[in-house]
Each structure stands twice: as C-alpha cells, then as structure tokens.
T-cell receptor
Framework: DGGITQSPKYLFRKEGQNVTLSCEQN?????MYWYRQDPGQGLRLIYY???????QKGDIAEGYSVSREKKESFPLTVTSAQKNPTAFYLC????????????FGPGTRLTVL | AQSVAQPEDQVNVAEGNPLTVKCTYS??????LFWYVQYPNRGLQFLLK??????LVKGSYGFEAEFNKSQTSFHLKKPSALVSDSALYFC???????????FGTGTRLQVFP
C-alpha cells in the first residue's frame, strides 16, 4: 500500500447523495486508476487517467465521475445515478506502459444505507 | 473478447506442500501477465510479472509463475506453502499496447497447518 493513500477507509452514504473518494499518490506516477471490487467478480475498471487533465472511461463508468487536476490526485465521485454503489473501491497508480505493475491503495469500503 | 479465467474459486493445501493457482487468458497479441495478492480488507500487492524472455518468472515471497504460450496459461506456484500465504490471489493481463489491466475473478488460497 506504500505511496498511495485512500480516504476514508469506511464511508456510509444515504441514497440520493453524491460522495467523493480521495486518492493521493507520491510515487510520481503519470497513470492512475479506479477499480470497483465486488465478491466473486474480481476488479472492474471504472476510470483511468494516463496524464494530468485527461481521463478515459473504463468498463463500468456509468454513475461515476473523476477529475485529474494534479498529478498526485485522482478523486472519484459516486453519484446518485449509480444504482448499486455499495462496494470496495480501489485506487492504483503506475508508470505509463502496460508492462509496468500497478501499485494499489488500501481501499475505501462504501456502504449505501 | 479479452478475458482472464481463474477456474478455481478456492484452493486448499497443507502447509509444506506445493501449491498451484491456475490462470488462463484470452487476448490478442503478446500480453503482459501479472499476479497480485490481497489480504482481507487491504489493497492488492504485486507478486510477479511476465513481460518477455524466460517462461519461468520468480517473484516475491518465494512465488513463481510459468508462462505457457501454447496453452495461454500463467499458473502461480510455490514449492512449499505457508499458513501466511492464505489470501486472495488475482491473475491479470495487460493486452499489448494498452495501459489497462484485465483481472480474473480471484482464487482464495487456504493453507492448513
């Protein structure tokens, strides 16, 4: 988990509310990623960013939004449009290039009440 | 469609015995292959990767993996399992010329004393 921080560790949200998950890295990595983890489904890519001020949708982007205003930060907003937001969210970063491993943060567990 | 399969939801092995966690993939071109480990309520930790060259790759904590191009497999192995190896293991593939990872659904390894 070294080098990437995610906050908060646990987050509770009422239905209809937007919530923002924080991800910060001090590894000087250009690329950053957001994944959603559900039991039995592995990790699914929500959004990724290869450089500041640019990002692309992943496989399950609907109901989520991101920004990349600084190299170190890649916050994820879970909007009220996300139908089933309860999950474990993981942020990662890497040097650009598919041959480089990704480094993961400790995760945020979001529960919708 | 590009995909990664981990056919076993759980693998049980006695401490001291060899272990194998299976992974097969389906991608076009020459992929980059990775193994990650996840402990409860934590982020993923990188174990090893195959980029090119020797088909047997050695990684962290005594783990190794064998790339088999003809069988499109990348099985994770360890000669002697430890109870502390008990965790969730993910295989992932990065298709050629992308920065994205495609994850398998994970295999839970349980090592019994």
């Amino acid at each position: 988990d070294g080098g990437i921080t995610q906050s908060p560790k646990y987050l509770f949200r009422k239905e209809g509310q937007n919530v923002t998950l924080s991800c910060e890295q001090n590894l000087n990595h250009d690329a950053m990623y957001w994944y959603r983890q559900d039991p039995g489904q592995g990790l699914r890519l929500i959004y990724y960013s290869q450089i500041v001020n640019d990002f692309q949708k992943g496989d399950i982007a609907e109901g989520y939004s991101v920004s990349r205003e600084k190299k170190e930060s890649f916050p994820l907003t879970v909007t009220s449009a996300q139908k089933n937001p309860t999950a474990f969210y993981l942020c990662a970063s890497s040097i650009r290039g598919g041959n480089n491993e990704q480094f993961f943060g400790p995760g945020t567990r979001l529960t919708v009440l | 469609a590009q995909s990664v399969a981990q056919p076993e939801d759980q693998v049980n092995v006695a401490e001291g015995n060899p272990l194998t966690v299976k992974c097969t993939y389906s991608v076009s071109g020459n992929p980059y292959l990775f193994w990650y480990v996840q402990y409860p309520n934590r982020g993923l930790q990188f174990l090893l990767k195959y980029i090119t060259g020797d088909n047997l790759v050695k990684g962290s904590y005594g783990f190794e993996a064998e790339f088999n191009k003809s069988q499109t497999s990348f099985h994770l192995k360890k000669p002697s399992a430890l109870v502390s190896d008990s965790a969730l293991y993910f295989c992932a593939v990065s298709p050629y010329n992308t920065d994205k990872l495609i994850f398998g659904t994970g295999t839970r390894l349980q090592v019994f004393p």
